[in-house]
Every structure is written in C-alpha cells, then in structure tokens.
C-alpha cells in the first residue's frame, strides 16, 4: 500500500462513508480472561458513540506507513496453510458473523498480549465499492469491491472520580468512570488495499508505541514476526555503524549520512511520490563511500546489515537516522543543534585531549546571560 491508498480507505471511517453496521468484540481483563462480549450496533443509538467508535477503528490504520504502520506480505504457503491466515479469511467472509470463528479469534490475541488493567478487543467489517477513474480523472462505475475487517486492541483504564456539573437539577455529582477506552494500542487491517484492489497475500499491522513490537500477538494473530520497532531499527543501525565502521565513525562521517539522507527525504518531498521512501544497503554504502569511508569498512558495515536486518531488507530513513535533530551527548555535557548547523561543530585534539569545536557567528547566552569572549 501507498500513503495514497492508505488516505483513500481512512476516508471510509466517516458516519456516511462506510458499510459498518456493527462493532464486534470483547472486554479482556488483566488476567486475560474475557469479562465481557460486545456487539455494538452503529445504526441504532446514540450518533455521538458510533462516531467516536469509527475513529478508535480508523486509529487502526493511523500513523506513518514505515514507522507505525508495518505492511505484511504472506506467501503462498500461508495462504494455502496457516491457520491464523485462514482464520482472518473467515472472519472477513462471514463479516464477523461467525461466532466461532470470533471466539478463537479472541483466544489467539489473549493468548498472546497482556496489558495492564485489560483491554477491548473490536473488529469492524466494511466493503467499499472502490470507484474507478477515467484518464481525465472523472470517476467512472465502481470496478472492484474491497471486502475487508479492521481490528482495534485498546487498553482500558480505571478512571479516579471527578466531580462533575448536572444541569439537570443545578448541583455537583460524583462521577465515576470505569472500564474507559484507551486509544489504539496496537491494530490491523485485512486483507491489503494495494493498487486499489484486494490483496490477500498482504496485510497491515498498527503499532502506537515506536519502541514496542509486540511479536507474539503479530505471530499468533498475522502469522508474521512484525519485525523491530522503529526505536529498535535506530539502535540497530547504531550498532552496525559503531561495530564495523570503528575508528572511521567520525562526526564528519554522521554529519555527511544525515545530510545526504536529508537531501533524499527532500528530493521524496518535492516529488510527492505516494510510496514510502526506503533506501537498500547498496544506497547506504554509497552514501558512506561518499563520506570517506574504506573500502573493507563498508564490506563490513553490508554484512552486519545483512545478518541485522535481513539480506534484502529495505530501511526506512527516518526509522535509522532521526534528520529533524542533532545531538552530541558525552558523559559530562550534552549540545543540541539546529540540523542545518551542523557544520559548525567539528573535532580535535590538542595535546592528546580531545575537544569538541564549535564556531560562533553570533552572541552566546548562559541560562539567559549575554557573555562576552575574549
């Protein structure tokens, strides 16, 4: 999927837009056992709810394509023969009408995740009759029909009492809230929306925090090992740089990579390309190579992207490189940098004493104190 596609099946989460009649579910509690099932209807009561309820379900397939979103390929194999395959497939034929289908469905994700004070399992069902368009971009007779089911797992919090204001009768009541719905923890969407048509060979996986993986719900629920998260991704490929780069790793090599991958999310920028910009390890040994870096160095640095991330893996830049920021950290002092100034600070070694050097065009300030040099 493209962010193109993913904004054209987020726009179904508005009250006139989609085909949900119902959300189906379950409330787990910090135990993992079932306390509740739900089956909330989206045609009778109150608006207010079946809105609020649509944009839990649309947090499902929030976020960035590459940083909260992860896309899942399956294999012909797991088509034909995994039995979490399978099971999505049944839920989304039956629209979530298959009560045992539900129910085992349940058991995978209670099985595999646990959090604190519990949670709401929801599955939405939806089928959109995509429309096509012309070649002068007129929207032409619906030529594809996407059949597809939304899972939203959101935490639930005990909240403490409030005192709130009734108009009502004109006085103050305790109000106590229990069982509040959290947003989205972590979700997905099956099958794949891709080239604007179902693909069951292909899924998407929603993932809130950039530091959790969540890899045995993503293994028993996808059949799929979701892979690092974005915060893991960074670490790694700190690792790779610091272990086979070695005393090549200077800060003119960092600055140089996150310059030119700047310039490639800026080039990404300007074209509006809706696919996701992901560079190979072929594009991050040129871009070293650029900056200096041997020959044997980077030999080195492909083979432990290889065995880190995969031989044929693609990274996403902004998953391995943070451009919006610039920090030296040592032990006894920190120093932030505007990106774009990043030229400004170099290194250097008098005396057998390392020192970090940083040019001043300007005036300098201590805690809000004009200071003068010499």
Do not use: W
């Amino acid at each position: 999927m493209n962010e193109k596609e993913l904004r054209e099946i987020r726009r179904r989460f508005r009250p006139e837009r989609n085909n949900i009649t119902k959300i189906k579910g379950c409330l787990v509690n910090g135990e993992g056992a079932i306390v509740s099932k739900i089956t909330q209807s989206m045609i009778t009561g109150e608006s207010s709810v079946a809105e609020r309820l649509l944009g839990v379900m649309k947090k499902a397939i929030g976020g960035k394509l590459g940083t909260n979103l992860t896309e899942v390929e399956y294999s012909t194999k797991q088509v034909g023969e995994s039995e979490a395959h399978g099971l999505l497939m049944r839920l989304r034929e039956s629209a979530l009408e298959d009560n045992d289908a539900l129910d085992a469905f349940y058991d995978r994700v209670r099985g595999s995740l646990k959090l604190e004070g519990g949670y709401a399992i929801l599955l939405a069902s939806d089928i959109y009759d995509v429309p096509g368009y012309s070649k002068d971009g007129a929207v032409s007779e619906s030529c594809e029909t996407f059949s597809y089911i939304v899972c939203a797992i959101c935490p639930t919090k005990e909240l403490p009492e409030a005192i709130t204001f009734r108009g009502s009768d004109s006085s103050f009541h305790i109000l106590n809230v229990s069982g509040a719905l959290a947003s989205c923890e972590v979700g997905f969407m099956f099958p794949a929306f891709d080239d604007r048509k179902t693909n069951i060979y292909g899924a998407l996986l929603y993932r809130r925090s950039l530091t959790e993986s969540y890899p045995e719900l993503c293994e028993a629920v996808l059949d799929c090992e979701g892979g690092l998260s974005p915060t893991a991704q960074r670490q790694t490929f700190s690792d790779c740089l610091a272990g086979s780069l070695g005393d090549e790793l200077t800060l003119e090599v960092v600055s140089s990579l996150y310059k030119q991958v700047e310039e490639l999310e800026e080039r990404a920028k300007e074209e509006k390309s809706p696919e996701i910009l992901t560079v190979s390890r072929d594009t991050v040994k040129t871009m070293l190579e650029c900056a200096g870096v041997s020959e044997d160095k980077l030999e080195a640095l492909s083979d432990e992207l290889a065995e880190s991330f995969g031989a044929n893996t693609l990274l996403t830049p902004k998953n391995i490189v943070k451009t919006n920021r610039f920090e030296i950290s040592a032990p006894e002092v920190s120093i932030k940098i505007s990106p774009e100034h990043r030229d400004l600070v170099t290194t250097q070694t008098i005396d057998n004493v390392k020192y970090l050097m940083i040019r001043v065009d300007g005036g300098v300030e201590v805690n809000g104190i004009n200071i003068k040099f010499d």
